[in-house]
């Protein structure tokens, strides 16, 4: 009986010890930890200035949004409605897998456009997609999404474009820009019947998936990967030859636009994009340098889906977003120099409990004055505390033994040159003017 309870013991411990050590992040969820984050606070930081110099203003918006939003903005047919969003099980709540929508449901919700007629936001945070995960694609991954609602001009379409090609060009990514314009519900229409019927001629060797959409959203089939259908729609006729005369005469100023201001690109007539609510402009910025070819920013203009979600009337706009774990992976590639590293600018090491008590207090003092303080806090030999100013990459270290403590003045070592050493009195004051740079 002893014998059991002992044993039943030992097996709900081990079972414990099982249970904690099996617990891992979902799949497609990833953690990002220091050594990993600081290319996002840098990624994060060149946008941050660049978007603020083109007079982007950053709007906060909640994870967790109707199902309704997303059906209605993103439509019904597409892949990512489809298959792919994380819907609560009563159906009526899902995770946001993109950001334009919650950012014109706000947009209409506070009446943003009755305070400036034109509104220019960006956001930054995660997406939610049930995909299969795959190497830079994740089912939370990260975007930066970046609209202006409320004009039509085509300066805007291209002045966007350019932000995008400026900010990849600070970062020292090199990517190419791919334009083509979708019309709108003049033109589209005529086009769609006549692609439509190019389709129904191949039909038969196309993938099922382009058999499928050739009824809900034949575009798409404009853009499939699988290389029999690419064979097959070559020679697809191209939307850019259908036009009505606004969008001819629009997509022409935007491409004006782009040469005035430098921006290179190509137009390809292939690029319809995943979403129902994209009209006249579309991009995408493109790389080659993540083995395959894939966009790292795309977007367009969207002039009816402010209507339909509830907003004024006639509310043109267009955005794009950037996925930031592939601007990661091609930051990473280059090994940025640039991004700064974790650094201290002073390690406090106290030896004893009455040397370690005098560190405490002066190194409290010195946060509070701004500078950034390590110290060991489980009462190491000074050695290893040497060690670990090393690996704080300290630039000074602060020794206070008994022998400092009765004379006042504690032992400033400089980290950086290895020899200046001075004895300087210890208060927060003195040692404040000893470490330069702050
Ligand atoms: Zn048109
Ligand atoms: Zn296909």
């Not at 889906?305 to 990661?328: C, D, H, Q, T, Y």
Request: net charge neutral; glycine share 8%; hydrophobic share 40%.
């Amino acid at each position: 009986m002893g014998c059991w309870f002992v044993w039943h013991l030992f097996q709900i411990s081990n079972f414990q010890l099982e249970t904690v050590l099996k617990i891992k992040a979902l799949k497609g969820f990833k953690d990002i930890i220091p050594g990993e984050v600081e290319l996002w606070q840098y990624l994060e930081k060149v946008a941050r200035e660049v978007f603020d110099r083109f007079n982007f203003r950053e709007i906060r918006l909640p994870i967790l949004e109707e199902t309704e939003l997303f059906a209605r903005s993103i439509g019904e047919a597409t892949d990512i409605v489809e298959k792919e969003m994380y819907t609560f099980v009563d159906k009526k709540i899902t995770m946001r897998p993109e950001a334009t929508a919650s950012l014109l449901r706000a947009y209409i919700e506070h009446g943003l456009y009755v305070q400036k007629p034109v509104q220019r936001l960006f956001t930054i945070g995660p997406m939610f997609r049930h995909e299969r995960p795959q190497k830079g694609r994740l089912r939370q991954f990260h975007q930066m999404d970046i609209e202006v609602l409320g004009s039509e001009n085509p300066r805007v379409d291209s002045e966007l474009m350019a932000m995008g090609a400026m900010l990849f060009d600070e970062l020292g990514i090199a990517v190419s820009l791919e334009l083509n314009s979708l019309g709108c519900p003049e033109c589209r229409p005529g086009y769609r019947a006549e692609l439509l019927s190019y389709i129904n001629e191949r039909y038969d060797s196309l993938c099922s998936d382009c058999r499928r959409r050739s009824s809900t959203n034949p575009l798409r089939v404009l853009d499939c990967k699988v290389p029999s259908c690419r064979e097959q729609i070559v020679d697809a006729p191209s939307l850019l030859d259908h036009l009505c005369g606004q969008c001819r005469e629009h997509f022409g100023q935007v491409q004006d636009g782009l040469q005035q201001l430098g921006v290179a690109y190509r137009l390809n007539k292939f690029m319809v994009r995943g979403l129902d609510y994209y009209c006249r402009t579309t991009f995408e910025f493109i790389t080659t340098e993540l083995g395959a070819q894939g966009a790292v920013a795309a977007g367009g203009r969207y002039d009816g889906l402010i209507e339909n979600l509830g907003g004024p009337k006639n509310s043109p706009g267009i955005g794009f977003a950037m996925g930031m774990e592939r601007l990661v992976l091609l930051l990473q590639q280059q090994e940025k120099s640039s991004v700064e590293e974790d650094k201290v600018d002073l390690f406090v090491a106290g030896i004893g409990e009455q040397g370690s008590r005098a560190g405490f207090g002066l190194a409290h003092q010195l946060r509070a004055k701004k500078f950034s303080v390590a110290m060991d806090y489980e009462g190491r030999s000074l050695k290893s505390q040497m060690k670990q100013a090393d690996k704080a990459r300290a630039r000074f270290v602060l020794i206070i033994g008994d022998a400092e403590l009765s004379s006042g003045k504690g032992v400033l070592r400089n980290m950086i040159t290895k020899e200046e050493q001075q004895d300087i009195p210890l208060s927060a004051a003195a040692i404040a003017e000893c470490i330069p740079g702050k």
